[in-house]
Nanobody
Framework: QVQLVESGGGLVQAGGSLRLSCAASGRTFSSYTLGWFRQAPGKERDFVAATYWNDGQLYADSVKGRFTISRDNAKNTMYLQMNSLEPEDTAVYYC???????????????????WGQGTQVTVSS
């Protein structure tokens, strides 16, 4: 079982940066694929990025070149560095974990078994 806790959200002006963290419990952290999703008010929860086996990374087109996902297995922590933030990035950001590493499915919510409670990111214009 994996428990996930996000932190690092807040209010930032457009063009600014934030770094989100996701702290995980569990001794098999390194074997999990980890992902970030976000949900804006009135919208679906959308895929943002994932990090999987052998440092593989996957990004949504909307964040490519602006966001960077990383993980520190020794600290059981995943990060999302968000640069050049836009008002459209405003959402609750969730981290998620799965034991699957099948790349075609890593952008799908249903692939993930464990979810954090979310952290709010607000980007003002």
């Amino acid at each position: 079982q994996v428990q996930l806790v996000e932190s690092g959200g807040g209010l930032v002006q457009a063009g600014g940066s934030l770094r989100l963290s996701c702290a995980a419990s569990g001794r098999t952290f390194s074997s999990y694929t980890l992902g970030w999703f976000r949900q804006a008010p009135g919208k679906e929860r959308d895929f943002v990025a994932a990090t999987y086996w052998n440092d593989g990374q996957l990004y949504a087109d909307s964040v490519k070149g602006r966001f960077t996902i990383s993980r520190d297995n020794a600290k059981n922590t995943m990060y999302l560095q968000m640069n050049s933030l836009e008002p459209e990035d405003t959402a609750v950001y969730y981290c998620a974990a799965t034991q699957s590493s099948r790349r075609p499915f890593l952008s799908m919510r249903s692939t993930y078994d464990h979810w954090g409670q979310g952290t709010q990111v607000t980007v003002s214009s």
